[in-house]
């Protein structure tokens, strides 16, 4: 009788145990398939961000020519960041193991694009926002942020959570009207 209550009590262990690894393996596998699939925001419309920073004739010229020109280098870029990842691939196909410092030179080379990438960016939006006034680039600080926020990790509970609203944050102020052309500004 003695015998049964511990074997009873060893299976039931076991169960408990088998029980939580199974659901810390179920959690972990939900959350690295929701961070793989995280849509990236769709890029903001140029009409949109115009009217989000109340945007002169002047501004707007302005603003069409740096992107233009800001398209013509990221596209260079990503055609040369593409072409190094496949010569990186065909080594990675072709080549053995033995030939490793091939593959991180390669590597290396993939790393600096990205980092060129990433470089051209920043400055064309340093170029953007030298082109504002103190309320607009505030407002455009703003509309930054929130774009790059759906990538910061968040720790704790997800939101919205179950019982609870979810309450939108304050609404951003409107910008006052760009002075008349010839004024100072």
């Known amino acids: ?43 903001l419309p140029m009409p949109e961000l115009w009217r989000r920073l109340n945007l ?26 593409a072409r190094k990842r496949r010569e990186l691939f065909t080594l990675l196909r072709t080549q053995d193991s033995s030939d490793w410092p091939a593959v991180q030179a390669k590597i290396r080379e993939v790393s600096e694009l990205q980092g060129k990438l990433e470089e051209e960016i920043i400055r064309h939006l340093l170029n953007l926002r030298r082109q504002l006034r103190p309320a607009q680039k505030e407002v455009f600080l703003r509309i930054l942020e929130k774009r790059l926020r759906p990538f910061r990790r968040h ?27 010839g004024e100072g500004g």
Not at 158 to 180: K, M, T, Y
């Open 56 to 81: 002169d004739p002047e501004q707007r010229r302005t603003f069409r020519q740096l992107r233009i020109q800001h398209r013509r280098r990221v596209g260079a870029l990503r055609r040369e960041l």
């Open 155 to 181: 720790r704790g509970p997800r939101w919205p959570h179950p019982g609870i609203r979810h309450r939108p944050g304050p609404p951003e102020p409107a910008l006052p009207p760009p002075p008349p052309a």
């Open 1 to 43: 009788m003695r015998r049964d209550w511990l074997l009873y009590l060893v299976i039931f262990s076991l169960a408990l145990n088998v029980g939580t690894i199974g659901t810390f393996t179920y959690l972990r596998y939900r959350d690295r398939q929701e961070a793989a699939v995280r849509p990236e925001p769709p890029p």
